[in-house]
């Protein structure tokens, strides 16, 4: 599987961004599909989660309530409808995806061997 984002941007505080993982080559229809974003000087830190098949779908956080992770599995796309941003979600995100994570692991960056090139997210105040 190879994995494309894309729909990252500036935006103010308070504005919305959708995000979109585009499965370039395979399928993702028996996957798992996570984003994870890495802001300047800090670790790659989990956002959202979706398993395709079932459309089961998990949240930090520090998001939950504002972003929105859901799938077109015709499209083989998964989007990140980000709502209410604020300067810190400035961050490069990324999508990952994986065949073979476990549920109690979806939150893990090591439990994915799928990864897009990540797409630039910057929020002013």
């Known amino acids: 599987v190879q994995l494309q984002a894309s729909g990252g941007g500036l935006v103010q505080a308070g504005g919305s961004l959708r995000l979109s993982c585009t499965a370039s080559e395979g399928t993702l229809r028996n996957y798992a599909v996570a984003w994870f974003r890495q802001a300047p000087g800090k670790e790659r830190g989990f956002v959202s989660y979706i398993k395709l098949s079932s459309g089961y779908t998990d949240h930090s956080d520090s998001v939950k309530g504002r972003f929105t992770i859901s799938r077109d599995n015709a499209k083989k796309t998964v989007y990140l409808q980000m709502n209410s941003l604020r300067p810190e979600d400035t961050a490069v995100y990324y999508c990952?995806?994986?065949?073979?994570?476990?549920?109690?692991?979806?939150?893990?960056?090591?439990?994915?061997?799928?990864w897009g090139q990540g797409t630039l997210v910057t929020v002013s105040s």
């Open positions: 990952a995806a994986s065949s073979t994570v476990i549920h109690s692991n979806r939150a893990s960056r090591t439990a994915y061997g799928y």
